[in-house]
């Protein structure tokens, strides 16, 4: 069948990994099910999901890109939902084997989770770009979206800690995310280039979705590449964001720790001052209307609604909220 644009709402998610996802792959599920009972009027979604690459990492000689696989196997139907990354029915015998020859196995890489970094390693050898390489693997996981590596090009999170720096991965796998964190920049974020089909995919959506991502290490890293940050500035009033916090605390992981090391107060009113310039509404959980003004007299439109996603229906219900916001 031809694709008919004008049909079409062109959807733009900014996405990191596990938080990310649960919104991603509810988006996406709207798209897939024409008949779906939240919301008739919602289906003819064209979707893009432009992902953080800044927890990218080399090991054992392969391309591992942590973000972009959660979300190609979340949209793919193929996620450990339990876990919240990997693939389902995975086994680590790989990972046992490399432990008892003695090799680094403190990330954990399932066994058919490495076919994945084997392939995207050797088309990366050959010269594809990563852009290319995602296109590939999500065709091959029969993804009928897109997912936008933010860009081709290594931009490493690096955490500052009292025991050294480290990349991202170290910080909160290896030594699980115990030291204390002085400070977090992205290395090669100068250097980097912005996909250009992330930039088209940005200019050209109806809708702008912040997914609920780690502010620190899922969102920045993609807002602060040059050009990428400009593309949203102009289409700010399409953009809105959902809060990883809630309250006084995000809702999981280590943003926190992140948000203190750069200065910022534990709140949604911090996560709407780190989106300034980018974002014309916030959406904030129901439980925080005292934090409504402050986000307010920073220019941006404040929503309020159940935004904990603990199961498929959660998460259908946000993502039919969004499309109709
Ligand atoms: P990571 O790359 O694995 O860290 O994943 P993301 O950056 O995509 O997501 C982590 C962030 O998502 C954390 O800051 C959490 O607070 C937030 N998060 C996780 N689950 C939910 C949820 O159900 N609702 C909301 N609003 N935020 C969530």
Redesign the pocket.
């Given at each position: 069948m031809l694709f008919d644009a004008k049909s079409m709402d062109r959807v733009v998610v900014l996405?990191?990994?596990?938080?990310?996802?649960?919104l991603a792959r509810a988006l996406y599920r709207l798209k897939m099910d024409k008949n779906s009972n939240y919301d008739s009027k919602i289906h003819d979604i064209h979707l893009s999901i432009v992902c953080?690459v800044g927890?990218n990492i080399w090991m054992h000689g392969l391309y591992i890109c942590?973000?972009l696989d959660?979300i190609m196997y979340g949209l793919g139907g193929v996620l450990d939902r339990r876990r919240?990354?990997g693939l389902i029915d995975d086994t680590f015998n790989c990972l046992a084997q490399l432990a008892r020859l003695g090799g680094e196995h403190w990330f954990m890489l399932g066994d058919k989770d490495i076919a994945t970094h084997i392939i995207r390693s050797m088309m990366l050898r050959e010269g594809k770009r990563l852009c290319e390489v995602t296109d590939h693997l999500c065709s091959r996981l029969g993804i009928d979206a897109r997912v936008i590596p933010a860009s081709d090009d290594h931009v490493e999170t690096r955490i500052i800690t009292d025991s050294g720096d480290m990349h991202l991965q170290e910080f909160w796998v290896k030594h699980k995310g115990m030291p204390d964190v002085k400070s977090i920049v992205y290395r090669g974020i100068d250097d980097a280039r912005v996909c250009d089909d992330a930039i088209n995919a940005i200019e050209e959506a109806d809708k702008i979705i912040i997914?609920?991502?780690?502010?620190v290490?899922?969102?920045l890293p993609i807002l602060s590449l040059r050009g990428l940050r400009d593309a949203m500035m102009r289409v700010r009033e399409r953009c809105t964001a959902?809060?990883?916090?809630?309250g006084k605390d995000?809702?999981?992981?280590?943003?926190a720790k992140y948000m203190r090391a750069l200065g910022y107060d534990i709140s949604p009113v911090s996560v709407a001052e780190m989106y300034r310039g980018v974002i014309s509404k916030l959406v904030i959980?129901n439980t925080d209307l005292e934090y409504m003004d402050a986000i307010r007299a920073k220019g941006i439109d404040v929503y309020a609604t159940d935004?904990?996603?603990?199961d498929e229906h959660?998460e259908a219900r946000?993502a039919s909220y969004l499309l109709r916001l």
């Open positions: 996405a990191g990994g596990t938080g990310s996802v649960k953080n927890d942590p973000d959660t919240g990354w997914a609920p991502g780690n502010p290490s899922s969102i959902v809060s990883p916090i809630i995000p809702v999981s992981g280590p943003a959980h935004i904990i996603m603990d959660d946000l």
